[in-house]
Every structure is written in structure tokens, then in C-alpha cells.
């Protein structure tokens, strides 16, 4: 995994991440949260979501498009950015997801929390397949992504797309700080100075108190302990 693969992880788990550009902005998920506690007004999103969905069942293009235009982003930056570390990784992931939906829409059974969490396992599903490919590459483990596919899918009506967007975001940096903690406080800081806190290489060489040379030296071993860290932590989490 290179530094700018693992920048874009860790951005993700640190801060909130902007949807790519060519990618619309997500309409908040809480709009179809509060329509499913039924909160006054709110109800009409789910209603026409619904609608949406039978239309695109029904093979309305149309309405299959507005689906993916208005979840794509936060399956991008919430589900499988995290999951597989890399930007590229990702942005395939979503491509195959939107294949994946095409291909399988019609098997998908409404639920009082909408289509998203349904969306949510087919790109988990995907973010799977490229795991167990790439095992060597990517510092998560393909076992415990399994097992959190096993939970999503165990009872959809307990998920929304907010609460499943702020766990997505809770995991990832619950991921990145548990790693951060184990590696050694050198390398740590080499991590937040350059990637959390996006300082240049000079100001962050200032900051350890080396050179810019040493530091580049610093940040390489940093980020291979913390690929190393991150998947034990993984692999010690509970099913």
C-alpha cells in the first residue's frame, strides 16, 4: 500500500470525507431516518424512495440512476474507502457495486429503512472479493469483513443510513487510533504531522526535529508498522 493509499484511509477515519467529483454530494441520510420514525414531513422521502425503487424494478433507467446518484457517495467514502485503503481500490469497488445493484435489483425486497442498507451489503460484498484478491496488498483482513457482512444481514430492519454511515465511520477510526496506539510514538506522529494534519514534509521534518531526508525515512517505516498494526487489530475483534 503506498502513502498516498494509506492517506486516503486515514483521512477518511479522522475527518469527513468529500465525495469524489465525479460523484454527486449525498442528500443527508437523516432525511429517510426521521421518515422512518416517522417524523413529521419527513415521511414523503421514504415514499418516493419507494416509488423510485419499484419504477427502477420495473426498469425505469431513470429512476434506477437517482438511486445510485443519491447513495453512491456514501458508499464510496463510508464503506469501502475505509474498508479497502485506496482510492482507486474504492472507486472500482463502486463500479462493480453499481453492476452488482443492476444485476440484482430485481431480487431486492422493500424494507421499512430503504434501499440503503441493502446497498450497503452489495458493496461490502464487493469490497469482500477484492480483499481475499488482493490479500498482500491491503492491511484489512477478508475474515472480518465477512463476519460484519453476516451482521448487516442478519436484521436490516435494526439499520438506517445514518446510524450505519456513523458506525462505517466509528469502525474506521476505531481501526486507525487502536494502530496508532501500538506502533512506536515516533512513527505515530510522523502519521498525524504528514496525514492527519496534511503538513508538508518540511514543516512535519521540523516538527520531529530532523531533516526532511530522515523524515521521509521516519514516515516510511511509520506506515509500514502501522499496515503491520492495523491487522492483528482486526483480527481481535469480536465476531
Not at 449525498?26 to 429517510?32: M, T
Not at 463510508?78 to 479497502?84: A, D, G, I, Q, T
Not at 511509520?222 to 492495523?230: C, D, E, Y
Request: with cysteine.
Amino acid at each position: 500500500m503506498s502513502e498516498g493509499d494509506l492517506a486516503s484511509l486515514l483521512a477518511k477515519a479522522c475527518r469527513s470525507c468529500l465525495a469524489p467529483a465525479s460523484l454527486p454530494v449525498v442528500a443527508d441520510p437523516a432525511a429517510l431516518t426521521a421518515a422512518r420514525e416517522g417524523a413529521p414531513g419527513e415521511a414523503s422521502a421514504l415514499d418516493e424512495e419507494r416509488r423510485e425503487v419499484e419504477l427502477a424494478q420495473a426498469g425505469d433507467r431513470r429512476a434506477l440512476a437517482r438511486i445510485l446518484r443519491r447513495h453512491g457517495p456514501v458508499l464510496f467514502r463510508s464503506v469501502l474507502l475505509p474498508r479497502l485503503g485506496s482510492r482507486v481500490a474504492a472507486e472500482e469497488a463502486l463500479s462493480i457495486t453499481y453492476t452488482k445493484v443492476v444485476e440484482k435489483l430485481d431480487r431486492f425486497t422493500w424494507q421499512s429503512v430503504g434501499i440503503y442498507p441493502w446497498l450497503r451489503v452489495v458493496a461490502l460484498r464487493v469490497a469482500l472479493d477484492q480483499l481475499r484478491a488482493r490479500r498482500r496488498e491491503i492491511p484489512f483482513d477478508a475474515d472480518d469483513l465477512a463476519r460484519e457482512i453476516d451482521l448487516a444481514e442478519r436484521d436490516p430492519q435494526e439499520a438506517d443510513a445514518s446510524a450505519l454511515a456513523r458506525q462505517d465511520a466509528e469502525v474506521a477510526r476505531a481501526r486507525v487510533a487502536d494502530a496508532l496506539a501500538r506502533i512506536n510514538p515516533r512513527y505515530a506522529s510522523a502519521i498525524r504531522l504528514r496525514l492527519l494534519e496534511e503538513r508538508s514534509r518540511e514543516d512535519a521534518a521540523r516538527e520531529l526535529g530532523v531533516t526532511t531526508a530522515t523524515f521521509d525515512v521516519v514516515l516510511h517505516r511509520a506506515l509500514a508498522a502501522l499496515k503491520k498494526a492495523l491487522s492483528p487489530a482486526l483480527n481481535e475483534q469480536d465476531p
